[in-house]
C-alpha cells in the first residue's frame, strides 16, 4: 500500500495506526489526517522514535496493511 491510498482510506486506516500505536488518540489521528509527516511526528513525541525509526515502523505498518 502507498501513502496516497493511505490518505484516501484515512477513516478505516486511523482505526489501524491507533490497534498498532495505542498511544495515539483519536483527536491525534484525526488531526494527522492521512499527513504521513504529522504521523511521524505523533510516533516521535509518543514513543520517542527517532525521525528514521518513525519512518521505519511507518514503512512497516503500510507492508503490512
Known sequence: MNWDQVRGNWQEMKGKAKETWGRLNDDEL???EGDREQLEGLLRQKYG?????????????LAEA
Do not use: C, L, N, V
Not at 528514521?52 to 515502523?57: F, L, S, T, V, Y
Open 30 to 32: 484525526a488531526e494527522a
Open 49 to 61: 522514535k527517532t525521525k528514521e525509526e518513525a519512518r521505519d515502523a511507518i514503512d512497516r505498518w
